[in-house]
């Protein structure tokens, strides 16, 4: 196995006014290719700054960040855009897909950051959502497809540029038990193929999914355990 | 990153939201619209009217001299000229005998007058007493007959030429040569028709006048008027020193003691041009700056729209920088929406403008609006995209991502 994040004493403070706020007092986390990890916390207790700065969209106050062999914690704006393109698929609670474009648009998007030519990002779009099961709903815009389908085109975006991991953000919060569970499934398919999934959660049920669980609370990880995944 | 990629994404995007939000686009670019729709039409106008002045300018002839009592457009107090002596027939005779560096020299007078032809007559009809040199210095055409002789011109015959306004106005069809017309009281047999020569400046024809020969001019209407003296150069190149020889003839025959000032003008077309393009300066500067100033109020409007269609979209950049937009893509996006939405008023704005200057053309005066203003308009609502898109596409592109993905 090999090291896909490589986190060390990682803090990140927020200051109000003159109030100083510490997110995340020094967080050490170290994830090997093709785990399936949960991060579970309640509200207030860092996890969703954590998952930001893994996903790249924020930088940590102080510490090292390895993602993939890269260095990240000092790059800047432009460079983090392209980590994030190229490593990182992100799932999120609430879809995040682009209203008025279609699914196979909303594909074919980090693509067009990549700067693929249009015949290679059709084919490469039209592919990952074939491997999510839609594909006769490419031309639907978001608001024609169900939850569990608009949930199904964000993981077939985050899929399309082939990243180191794909980081979801309670992916199932929107959805209802049944497609929740289904989009459990198809993670775990995913797993199985050999993608590294991050999943931040605050439900137990969801958490089972994953082969390792890790406990935030008050901006300090609580406990970091292994299961055997239950699908 | 493939720039092109990125710009062609840009338009669509911008295509998008362009026609997602049609009536807010287009009270947006109305700004836009109106000031190029003015600064269009203001260049056509300036087109047409230089136009009118090069064919105008024409009839004063760029190597023709005017020896008169004034100096046009003089800039002197009122008592320099007051004391002035009219110019006669014995200075233009003077002049005529002396000067080395003329090709022709013709003196002119003249006066508005009723002419009659039979039961018809016009008013305010400019008659001008010269001589048979005329012709030849004012380079007229004769359309129809001949210009009157030097012998009937010395003689004093009641012989005229005819412009062509007064040849419509009495002849339509028939031939005028031969026929009897009455200047004032007194007939004069027409011997020719005057080729047209269009208006001056779009003010007043030059075909409403009669010619007739000087000293008959002054037996019937009297001496007593200023003499204005036309002299054609030899040589264009060598204008500026036939002036000065006609000067020194003039200070002459007027008896001017050395170190006295000129008691005359020499007047010439460049002096008419000079005060042309000072006043078309000015009127170019002051339709600049109104146009100026609704192009930028129109740049204003745009920008406010621009921002907040930035806010409203400020989850949809969250989402485009989540999955790896760069600063620099988000910038792009917004300019270009920008640049279309202006682009769009600017080519709404000219398709306004064309047609008006067409109207103008055909009705008011013949102008027509050149490439380069159609050109210069596409460019200025470009400009005013870019400078109206950059302040919004700057804070776009500066966005936060993980507060902007929280923005609902």
Redesign the interface.
């Known amino acids: 196995m090999s090291t896909i994040i490589d986190i060390k004493n990682i803090t990140k403070l927020y200051e109000m006014g003159t109030e100083k706020l510490y997110a995340l007092k020094g967080v050490d986390v170290v994830i090997e290719r093709n785990e399936y990890v949960a991060i579970m916390g309640p509200s207030g207790s860092g996890k969703s700054t954590l998952m930001n700065i893994i996903g790249c969209l924020d930088t940590p106050t102080s510490g090292d960040y390895v993602l993939n062999g890269k260095d990240v914690h000092e790059m800047d704006d432009d460079e983090l855009a392209e980590i994030r393109n190229k490593e990182i698929g992100f799932v999120f609670q609430t879809f995040n897909l682009l209203p008025r474009s279609n699914a196979l648009h909303n594909v074919e998007l980090p693509l067009i950051y990549s700067g693929l030519s249009k015949t290679a990002r059709i084919k490469r779009a039209e592919e990952s959502l074939a491997n999510v099961g839609l594909a006769d709903r490419m031309k639907h815009k978001p608001n024609e497809l169900s939850g569990g389908q608009r949930q199904r085109v964000a993981v077939a975006r985050a899929l399309v540029n082939n990243p180191s991991i794909i980081l979801a953000d309670e992916p199932t919060g929107n959805l209802d038990t049944k497609t929740g569970e289904e989009i459990m499934a198809l993670f775990a398919e995913l797993n199985k193929k050999g993608n590294t999934i991050i999943l931040v959660t605050h439900e137990e049920d969801i958490a089972k999914h994953a082969n390792r669980i890790i406990k935030i609370r008050d901006g300090m990880i609580e406990s970091d355990t292994y299961q055997t995944a239950r699908h | 990153?493939?720039i092109f990629?990125?710009i062609k994404?840009s338009f669509i995007i911008a295509y998008?939201a362009i026609t997602?939000n049609k009536m807010r686009s287009i009270l947006a670019a109305l700004g836009i619209v109106i000031g190029i729709t003015a600064v269009t039409l203001m260049q056509t106008a300036i087109e047409g009217i230089n136009r009118a002045f090069e064919s105008s300018i024409g009839a004063i002839g760029a190597d023709v001299l005017y020896v008169q009592k004034f100096e046009w457009f003089g800039k002197e107090d009122f008592e320099v000229y007051r004391n002035r002596k009219d110019i006669n027939l014995q200075h233009y005779e003077f002049l005529k005998k002396y000067i080395q560096s003329a090709s022709s020299v013709s003196p002119t007078v003249g006066s508005p007058r009723t002419v009659q032809y039979g039961s018809l007559s016009l008013e305010s009809v400019f008659v001008i007493g010269t001589t048979e040199e005329y012709q030849k210095t004012v380079g007229l055409n004769v359309d129809e007959g001949r210009f009157f002789t030097s012998k009937e011109s010395e003689g004093g015959y009641p012989v005229c030429m005819i412009g062509t306004d007064v040849k419509n106005g009495f002849f339509n069809n028939m031939n005028p040569i031969g026929k009897i017309i009455k200047v004032g009281s007194y007939s004069f047999r027409v011997v020719g028709v005057i080729e047209k020569q269009g208006s001056m400046l779009g003010l007043f024809s030059l075909d409403n006048r009669v010619i007739i020969p000087i000293t008959k001019f002054y037996k019937l209407f009297g001496t007593r008027r200023s003499v204005s003296i036309n002299i054609k150069a030899n040589d264009l190149n060598n204008l500026e020193e036939t002036k000065e020889e006609v000067k020194s003839i003039m200070r002459k025959a007027r008896k001017i003691p050395a170190g006295g000032r000129d008691d005359f003008g020499v007047n010439e077309q460049a002096a008419f041009k000079d005060t042309y393009n000072q006043l078309t300066s000015l009127i170019k500067v002051i339709g600049l700056l109104i146009t100026g100033l609704s192009l930028i109020v129109g740049s204003v409007g745009i920008a406010n729209i621009m921002f907040v269609s930035v806010k409203e979209r400020t989850?949809?950049i969250?989402?485009?920088?989540?999955?790896?937009?760069?600063?620099?893509?988000i910038m792009i996006q917004f300019l270009i929406e920008s640049v279309v939405i202006c682009l769009g008023g600017g080519m709404i704005g000219l398709m306004i403008s064309f047609p008006i200057s067409l109207i103008i053309d055909a009705f008011v005066l013949p102008t027509a609006m050149p490439l380069w203003v159609v050109v210069l308009g596409l460019f200025i609502s470009m400009f005013f995209g870019v400078l109206s898109g950059f302040f919004p596409a700057y804070n776009a592109a500066k966005l936060d991502?993980?507060e902007s993905?929280r923005y609902e």
Do not use: D
Request: no cysteine; hydrophobic share 35%.
């Open positions: 990153m493939n990629v990125e994404e998008n997602g989850k949809e969250g989402i485009r920088k989540a999955i790896g937009a760069r600063r620099r893509t991502p993980v993905l």
